[in-house]
């Protein structure tokens, strides 16, 4: 905004619209780094039709928990209403650490952790307080949306593993490792992953740390879906594969393990001296998380744990259809995934998923998400959720499988 410099007006005009010349705003370059959401445009164009089956959703379609609205509202009505210290509610900390020592790590002190609002709000903390012009980021392709974006901001760059369906999504450690060079700043994780609900195996975890530890590179471990492990299997946290909290540190919410993600609570695991820094950005950013919604926490971390073995035990029965579908639709190549409520079976090489899901939303009213949205090398997967029904999954089904084998571009693949 430039002052109004017209000499006749010596006295400004009253109405305060008229004080001031607005000129058009001009972003940070920055900006640009910030992509159209992949997801936004199928939602967006879903919601301009009428019969549409979601297959798109990114949040549990379970009701919270009662218990933890309950403590939710009460901590309204008990007036816990103002800011919080800075790491987060004193109740919280200790929740959390006493949760994670018994799951994960037995060393953990309330000082190792930092509330946020939501995984989102510790991402973006740790990803833009590390990234700078010469750094370099290792990240899977596909993988999450938020990570390359808040990199790239901030300068630095994005080096990406592509993942394959026909592999299950895993990544290759070895590979990983040699892509470690002397600008290697970080190795950003998530498992389970969204898109691909891939869990990567203990073996994977603990040689990828080791050999960054070595060589003095970060991990961050995006860990939001850790409790979503639909198959009898151990879950290798970070936490519990690294030697030491050196260069480690794992983000986490209550969003999908407890069905509140608009409560909107994540948090931080690091070393104190990662979250003694980070709580002064977190005060620049957004000073605390609401007060209800962590009381709503601390009801999660001590209350009835069987709302995540109920959720769990439908994810496992929606996965285990939604697998054999997959199985029997044209043109679509899957796997077996463990962890969250997500998989992205490949269309075969070549094929533009992003046009072809556009496709299928506006002819068949079925809405999933393209892998584009996920990472460049992705564009021939689709990111299927069933956070849905098991109706909405046989309903949608229905319609993709008939339309899928009428499609000229998969018919050479038949
Ligand atoms: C892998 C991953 N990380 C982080 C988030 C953000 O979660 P939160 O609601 O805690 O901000 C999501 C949400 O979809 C996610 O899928």
Known sequence: MAVNMDASANVLPPEPDKRYVRDKMVWNPAMHAIPISGIRRMVNRAAELDDVVHLS??????????????????????GQTGYTMDAGLPELLTALKEYYNAKYRSTLDEDNFLVTTGATEGIYLLLTAMAAPGREFIIADPTFLLYAPLIRMNGGQVRTVPTKASEG???????????????????????????????????????????????????????????????????????????????????????KTYAMPGLRVGWIVADQNTIRTLR??????????????????????????????????????????????IGDTPGLTGYWPQGAFYIAPSLPDGVDGGRLAMRMLEETGVCVIPGDAFGEHSSNLLRISYSTSMENIEEAFARMMPWLDRQPELARYK
């Open 57 to 78: 959703i990114g949040q549990p379609d379970f009701g919270t928990p009662k218990h933890i609205i309950d403590a939710h509202i009460h901590a309204l009505q008990a």
């Open 169 to 255: 999504h895993q990544i290759d450690a070895e590979r990983i490792i040699n892509m470690i060079g002397p600008n290697t700043h970080c190795i950003v994780l998530n498992s389970p992953s969204n898109p691909t609900g891939t869990v990567y195996p203990r073996e994977t975890i603990e040689w990828l740390c080791q050999e960054a530890a070595y060589r003095g590179v970060e991990i961050l471990s995006d860990e939001v879906y850790d409790n979503l492990i639909l198959d009898d299997i151990d879950f290798p946290s970070v936490l519990s594969c690294a030697t030491d909290m050196d260069g480690i540190s794992v983000v986490s919410s209550f969003s």
């Open 280 to 325: 002064r950005y977190h005060m620049f950013t957004t000073t605390v998380a609401s007060t209800p919604a962590q009381w709503a926490g601390v009801a999660a971390l001590y209350g009835d744990q069987s709302c995540i073995t109920d959720m769990v035990t439908e994810y496992a029965r929606r996965r285990d259809r939604v697998v054999e579908l």
